[in-house]
């Protein structure tokens, strides 16, 4: 039968030799009227658990079908530790935020509500299906958590003091970003990027007031948020993360 393993889906279900996975009405409608597959095509499957596998169609009606898990192509591997956090943006911001995230490798994008963040409702569902179809595209072996939107101090509130902030912030004694992330223990991290209006000081006072805090400079140049993650994100894979190997 055809190959087409460049098809990649994200399943909730156990993954394991012969086991048969229900896909969801979306899945069916992208395989049977986007991408036209059929009963016995090839595809991956990946569940962030059990690695990836080799799928075979057995079913694809009008409104639901299965596939077959057949043998492990890929073991599954260790994901970098990196969290990023985030002022929501204009939707077509907020989504491409989502999506690059994911290609990247954060493993938990989280919205962040700051005074200054001119966004009052974030649509999470969206935003996950963003992050799972680009984990998809990206042969990524996991989907980041996208977490429900929490105000600022509520989140510093509730802190795991083992891992620290990278506060993206252009203030007098930020260090360069690369500096702030080489002087990091090994281990989890995250990474803080502030709304387009930027934090007001008083939340500057109050995150940089906790030990966990480092303020980085993002260069030279001013950018826009989306930007920021990205090359914060990017810096922080290429000398932390699963780049550096």
Not at 17 to 43: C, I, K, M, W
Not at 72 to 85: C, H, K, S, T
Not at 127 to 148: C, D, G, K, Y
């Amino acid at each position: 039968m055809a190959l087409s393993l460049r098809t990649r889906l994200y399943v909730s279900a156990p993954l394991t030799a012969g086991a048969f996975v229900d896909l969801t009405p979306e899945q069916v409608h992208y395989l049977r009227n986007v991408l036209r597959l059929s009963a016995g095509v090839e595809v991956a499957l990946f569940n962030g658990k059990d690695g990836e596998w080799l799928g075979r169609i057995a079913e694809l009606g009008k409104d639901k079908g299965q596939i077959e898990a057949i043998r492990q192509l890929r073991e599954q591997r260790g994901a970098p530790d990196i969290w990023l956090l985030f002022a929501p943006i204009k939707r077509q911001g907020i989504d491409l935020v989502a999506e690059k995230a994911s290609e990247l490798g954060a493993s938990v994008i989280w919205p962040i509500m700051t005074r200054h963040t001119d966004v009052a409702r974030v649509n999470t569902e969206r935003l996950t299906a963003n992050a799972i179809e680009a984990a998809e595209q990206s042969e990524r072996m996991e989907v980041p958590e996208v977490r429900e939107p929490v105000d600022l101090p509520k989140l510093l509130d509730g802190w795991p003091a083992d891992r620290p902030i990278i506060v993206c912030a252009e203030i007098g004694d930020a260090s360069p970003i690369a500096s702030v992330i080489q002087a990091l223990p090994a281990g989890p991290a995250a990474i803080l990027i502030g709304p387009e209006g930027g934090f007001a000081q008083s939340e500057l006072d109050m995150v940089l007031a906790r030990p966990y805090a480092r303020p980085a400079r993002l260069g030279p140049r001013i950018l826009r948020a989306e930007t920021a993650a990205f090359a914060a994100l990017t810096t922080w894979m290429v000398l932390k993360g699963d780049w550096a190997n």
